[in-house]
C-alpha cells in the first residue's frame, strides 16, 4: 500500500509540474508572437548547436564500441592462439618438451573464434558489438630440432633444479680434494714428461757406449794376432813350426833366412828345409790376412759408430738441456687454475672432510731438478769417444805398418820386422787396456760408472712399471671385449645415426666423427690421460661456476630423461654370467650414446668404462703420490704412485660393479654411483651442439615424432569488423588524419590483429 500511494504520488507531482511547463510555454509563444523578428534566429542556433552535440555524442559512441571492438578482438585472438597450441604433442611432453601435435591448427582456431561471436542467448538482448570474421591465417615455425628452440626449452625444464642438484651434488663431492688433485696433476704432467726425456737421454747414451763397446770389440782379437802374451822383448827362435802370432814371425825370422839361404840354389829334391820354410810362409800370410780381416771392420766401425756415438751424445746434451726448460716451464701451468677456482668456491651446504694439501705431491716435483745430469758429465763421455777414435787411428796405422813388413819377411833379409811387432803391440795394448779389457782404467767402464751413480733407482722403477704394463694388460683385456661385444642391434643404431645426421645437416653443422677413448697400453701414458681427464673435470666445474650456461642445463637434463647402462650387469657380463643382449640395448645406452656419440652397441659403453678407470687412476694415482713420498727419486715415486693407482683402480671397478658404488677417494668417504661418474663425464666433453643432436635423435627414434618437423611458435593474422551506427565517414576521416592503418567499407570497421604464441 506504501508503494501504491507513493507511486500515486509520484503522478500528482509529475502532473502539475506538465501544467507547470504548458502555462510557461504558451507566455513564451505569446512573447515570440509579439517578436518575430527574433524567432528565427534562435531556433537555427539551438538547431547548430543541437546537431553538433549530436554528432559529438554519435562519434564518441561508435569509437567507444570500436575501443571495446579491439580489446575484445584482440582478447578472442590470443584466445584463439592458447587453444591451437593446447594441441601439443604428448608423446614429447614425456621429456619435459612443448611442441605442436598433428591437429588441424586452422580449424582449432575457426571454430573458437566463431564460438566467441556467437549470438547472446539471452532474451532480448541489445548486441552492442556485432563482430564478424572476415579472413584468419595461422602460421607455423620455429621446430623443436634447432638448437636454440632445443636449449630454450631444456632452460625452462630445468631452471630450478640443475643448478641446485650441480652445486650441491658434484662441486661441493670435489671441492675438498681440488688441492691434492691440482698438485698431482701437475706432478704427474712434469714428471711424465721428463720420464719421457729421461728415458730417451739415457737411451741415447747408451746407445753411444754401446757403438765404443762395439767398436772396440772388433779389435778383441788383433793382440792375440800381434803378440801373445804381450812382452817387452821378442827372442830368436828356431823354425820348427808355423807361426802364428808377428811376434812368432818376428822371431823366427832370423832362422827362416838361414834355412832359405841353405836351400837356395840346391835342386828341388835336394832342399833339407823346404817344408819348414814353407809352413813359415804359410803362418806369416795367414797372420797378414787376419790382420787385414780385422782391421778392416774395425776401421769402418770406427768410423761410423764413433761418429754417430759423438752425435747421440750431442742429441742426449740436447734433451738434457729441454728437460730444463720443462721443469723452468712446468711451475707455470694454467690447467691449475680450475682447481683454484673449485677449491676457493662458496657454495651452501656441507663439503666432505679435506683430502690433504697435496704437499707430498709438490715436494716430489721439487726433486725433478736432481733429473738433469751435469753438463760436464757429456764432455767427458765425448772425450773418451774422441780419444777411443784417436787411439784407433794409432792402432791402425802400426797394424798396416806391421803386415807391410810382414809381407816383405818372406822375400827380403834386413826387415825390421821386430820393431814394428813392438810397436803395434804397444799400440794396441794401449788401446785395449783402455777400451776393450775389463780394469779400473777402461775408459768406456768409467763412462758407464759415472752413469749408473745417476740411475740407482731405475731398476726398481723398470720393476714397477712391468708390474703396471701386467695389470693394464688384464684392463685392456676386459676392454677389448667389450669393445667387440655385440652387434646385435645394429639396425638400431643404424637408425639413430640417419635421425642424428639429419638434424646435424638440418642445423647446417658438420658432421664429425665420434673420438675413441682408450686405456694405454704405457703405464706413464694411461696415469698421463687420467690426470687430463681431471684437467678437463675440474676446468668443466669451474667454468660453471662463474656462469650457469647452457651446458650445465643440458647435461643435468640428459641425466633426468635418459637411461644409462648398469655397471654391475657389464661386470657379470665381463665375467662370463651376464647377458649380452641386455647389456648392449641402446635404451640401456642413452647416455652413454649422448656423452660419446658412437652409432655401434659398444663403443659408447666402451669408452665409458675406460673413462671410469681413467678417473679412478687419477684418483688413487695421486693418493700413490703421496703414499710413497718418501722413496726419494721422483720418477721412481711416480712409478710407484702409478702401479699403486693402477692397482687400486682395478679394485675401485670391482666394487662399483658389485656395491653400486665407490668411495671418491681414500681420504674423502663420499659414495659415487655409476651415474655419478657419467655426469662428471658430461663436463668433460663439452661439444654441446653434438650433445644436442645427439638426444634429439634419441627423442624421434623412441616417439617417433620428427622434431626437426615440429613446430614451437604459432602465428595468427586475423580480420574483422563491426558495423558502425553513426557517421561512417566522420569515423573514416578521422582515422586517415590520425594515421590508422583501420578501414571502412560498406559502413563497418575493420580491423587486423596479429597474435603469436610460443611454448
Known amino acids: ?32 508572437r509579439k517578436k518575430d523578428g527574433e524567432a528565427g534566429a534562435v531556433t537555427l542556433f539551438l538547431i547548430l548547436i543541437l546537431a553538433g552535440v549530436y554528432m559529438f555524442v554519435a562519434v564518441f559512441i561508435d569509437y567507444a564500441r570500436i575501443a571495446a571492438f579491439k580489446v575484445q578482438t584482440e582478447r578472442m585472438a590470443h584466445a584463439a592462439m592458447r587453444s591451437v597450441m593446447s594441441a601439443y604433442d604428448t608423446s614429447l611432453r614425456e621429456y619435459g618438451l612443448f611442441a605442436y601435435g598433428d591437429s588441424s591448427g586452422d580449424a582449432i582456431m575457426a571454430k573458437v573464434l566463431n564460438d566467441s561471436v556467437k549470438p547472446s542467448s539471452v532474451k532480448d538482448g541489445f548486441p552492442i558489438l556485432d563482430i564478424q570474421w572476415d579472413t584468419t591465417s595461422l602460421g607455423m615455425e620455429r621446430e623443436l630440432g634447432r638448437y636454440d628452440i632445443f636449449n630454450r626449452q631444456i632452460q625452462e625444464d630445468m631452471k630450478y633444479r640443475a643448478p641446485v642438484d650441480f652445486a650441491i651434488e658434484v662441486i661441493n663431492r670435489f671441492k675438498p680434494m681440488s688441492e691434492e688433485m691440482k698438485e698431482a696433476a701437475h706432478t704427474v704432467d712434469l714428471l711424465k714428461k721428463l720420464q719421457k726425456l729421461y728415458d730417451k ?108 756415438a759423438q752425435d747421440k751424445i750431442e742429441e742426449a746434451r740436447e734433451i738434457n738441456e729441454e728437460m730444463k726448460r720443462v721443469i723452468a716451464e712446468g711451475e707455470n701451468r694454467s690447467e691449475n687454475a680450475g682447481y683454484d677456482n673449485v677449491g676457493s668456491s662458496t657454495l651452501p651446504g656441507t663439503s666432505p672432510t679435506s683430502a690433504g694439501s697435496g704437499n707430498e705431491a709438490k715436494s716430489t716435483r721439487s726433486l725433478a731438478s736432481e733429473l738433469v745430469r751435469e753438463d760436464a758429465l757429456f764432455d767427458r763421455i765425448k772425450s773418451r769417444v774422441i780419444s777411443q777414435n784417436e787411439d784407433f787411428s794409432g792402432v791402425g796405422k802400426d797394424s798396416m805398418e806391421l803386415n807391410t813388413q810382414l809381407r816383405s819377411v818372406t822375400g827380403m833379409s834386413g826387415v825390421p820386422i821386430k820393431p814394428a811387432v813392438r810397436q803395434a803391440s804397444q799400440t794396441t795394448e794401449r788401446y785395449m787396456n783402455s777400451f776393450g779389457r775389463t780394469g779400473p782404467s777402461n775408459l768406456i767402464t768409467q763412462s758407464q760408472q759415472e752413469l749408473e751413480n745417476g740411475r740407482r733407482s731405475d731398476a726398481q722403477r723398470k720393476e714397477n712399471d712391468k708390474q703396471s704394463k701386467g695389470k693394464l694388460k688384464e684392463i685392456k683385456r676386459i676392454f677389448s671385449r667389450i669393445e667387440n661385444g655385440s652387434s646385435g642391434s645394429m639396425q638400431t643404431f643404424k637408425q ?18 665420434a673420438e675413441k677413448t682408450e686405456i694405454a697400453s704405457d703405464p706413464y701414458d694411461s696415469g698421463g690421460n687420467a690426470m687430463k681427464g681431471m684437467d678437463h673435470l675440474f676446468g668443466g666445474m669451474s667454468g660453471l661456476l662463474g656462469q650457469l650456461g647452457d651446458e650445465l642445463f643440458q647435461n643435468e637434463y640428459a641425466l633426468a630423461y635418459f637411461n644409462s647402462m ?33 652409432h655401434n652397441p659398444s663403443g659408447n659403453i666402451a669408452s665409458a668404462y675406460a673413462e671410469v678407470f681413467g678417473m679412478r687412476l687419477a684418483i688413487r694415482t695421486a693418493e700413490g703420490l703421496s703414499e710413497n713420498s718418501k722413496l726419494g727419486n721422483p720418477l721412481l715415486v711416480l712409478s710407484a ?23 671418491l677417494s681414500k681420504y674423502i668417504k663420499v ?72 578501414q571502412v567499407q560498406d559502413g563497418r570497421f575493420f580491423i587486423e590483429r596479429k597474435a603469436d604464441y610460443s611454448y
Open 671 to 742: 659414495k659415487l654411483t655409476y651415474r655419478d661418474h657419467l655426469r662428471l663425464f658430461l663436463l668433460m666433453h663439452s661439444n654441446n651442439d653434438r650433445k644436442m643432436s645427439r638426444m634429439l635423435a634419441l627423442i624421434r627414434l623412441n616417439t617417433g615424432a620428427n622434431p626437426d618437423e615440429k613446430q614451437t611458435y604459432a602465428s595468427g593474422q586475423m580480420r574483422s569488423s563491426i558495423k558502425l551506427w553513426f557517421l561512417p565517414g566522420i569515423v573514416r576521416s578521422i582515422g586517415a588524419v590520425m594515421g590508422s592503418e583501420d
Open 566 to 598: 648398469d655397471f654391475g650387469q657389464l661386470f657379470s657380463w665381463t665375467e662370463g654370467s651376464g647377458d649380452v643382449n641386455d647389456v648392449f640395448k641402446l635404451e640401456n645406452q642413452e647416455l652413454e650414446y649422448i656423452l660419446y656419440g658412437f
Open 201 to 308: 737421454r739415457e737411451k741415447l747414451l747408451d746407445e753411444a757406449i754401446g757403438n765404443q763397446i762395439e767398436s772396440a770389440d772388433k779389435v778383441m782379437k788383433l793382440p792375440d794376432l800381434i803378440m801373445k802374451p804381450p812382452a817387452q822383448a821378442i827372442y830368436e827362435e828356431m823354425l820348427e813350426t808355423a807361426p802364428e802370432t808377428a811376434a812368432e814371425a818376428a822371431a823366427r825370422y832370423a832362422d827362416y833366412l838361414s834355412k832359405k839361404q841353405a836351400d837356395e840354389g840346391l835342386p828341388l829334391i835336394e832342399q833339407l828345409y823346404i817344408l819348414e820354410l814353407g809352413r813359415y810362409r804359410t803362418g806369416v800370410n795367414q797372420i797378414v790376412t787376419g790382420i787385414s780381416m780385422l782391421m778392416q771392420p774395425a776401421l769402418e766401425a770406427h768410423k761410423t759408430k764413433l761418429l754417430e
Open 1 to 32: 500500500m506504501e508503494r501504491k500511494r507513493l507511486q500515486l504520488w509520484r503522478q500528482d507531482k509529475l502532473y502539475s509540474i506538465l501544467e507547470k511547463t504548458k502555462n510557461e510555454q504558451r507566455g513564451r509563444e505569446a512573447l515570440f
Open 641 to 663: 704412485a702409478i702401479l699403486y693407482g693402477i692397482t687400486h683402480a682395478i679394485e675401485d671397478m670391482v666394487k662399483l660393479a658389485k656395491d653400486g658404488n665407490v668411495e
Open 496 to 513: 639413430l645415426e640417419q635421425f642424428y645426421e639429419a638434424n646435424i645437416a638440418f642445423n647446417q653443422k658438420s658432421f664429425e666423427r
